[in-house]
């Protein structure tokens, strides 16, 4: 079984619409991660929830909202997509905040 | 500011020959670091982890780092590369607050040759 899984892996879309990326963990973390990798590979921290509760939230859009139904699940949902929006976007969970990281395999989102 | 930087963003190496990736880091952040490794189309894996203890830290694969606080490193070495170490490779480290904020490094692609 896979530890941390989001769906879909790919998502092409285009400007304007609104899309949901979702991510579910089965390893009984506690908090649990957006991150987003830009073309350059680079990994920047989006949002961070620790047992449903929003901790850590970066300077984002508002375009973007995170809901954390439970511990084991937190979704990403982008409103009005824009062409910079275009990156791989992974999920990421942790026992506890500041400990080892385990990330799902990434959506990759293209914006057209 | 944070910040952690790999000093170099792409490392091309003979298979068998011996590696270094570097990573520094600031002062500002914590000394809990990592390294992470992201293979083709996947997520990232952690190799190995310093929180404290011995400076020489083991990790899987044959890797292995050291944690240098005089210079601020946390180098990372393998002995002898395979084909299969082909990947790209982060250093990251928490932010001295201890906020869960994980702050990686731009990355360094490892490229194994034959």
Not at chain 1, 92 to 110: D, I, N, P
Request: aromatic residues 12%; positive net charge; contains cysteine.
């Amino acid at each position: 079984d896979t530890a941390v899984s989001q769906t879909p892996k790919y998502l092409v879309t285009q400007m304007g619409n609104d899309k949901s990326i979702k991510c579910e963990q089965n390893l009984g973390h506690d908090t649990m991660y957006w991150y987003k990798q830009d073309s350059k590979k680079f990994l920047k921290i989006m949002f961070s929830y620790n047992n449903k509760e929003l901790i850590i939230n970066e300077t984002v859009p508002n375009r973007f909202s995170p809901k954390s139904p439970d511990k084991a699940h937190l979704n990403l949902h982008i409103n009005s997509l824009e062409l910079g929006d275009s990156a791989v976007y992974f999920c990421a969970s942790s026992k506890r905040e500041a400990s080892k990281l385990f990330f799902g395999s990434g959506t990759q989102l293209s914006v057209l | 500011a944070q910040s952690v930087t790999q000093l170099d963003s792409q490392v091309p190496v003979f298979e068998e020959a011996p590696v270094e990736l570097r990573c520094n880091y600031s002062s500002s952040v914590s000394v809990y670091l990592f390294w992470y490794v992201q293979y083709p189309n996947q997520g990232l894996q952690l190799l190995l982890k310093y929180l404290s203890g011995s400076t020489l830290v083991k990790g899987i694969n044959g890797f292995e780092a050291e944690f240098n606080k005089s210079q601020t490193s946390f180098h990372l070495r393998k002995p002898s590369v395979h084909i299969s170490d082909t990947a790209e490779y982060f250093c990251a480290a928490y932010g001295s607050s201890n906020t869960g904020k994980l702050i990686f490094g731009q990355g360094t692609t490892l490229q194994v040759k034959p």
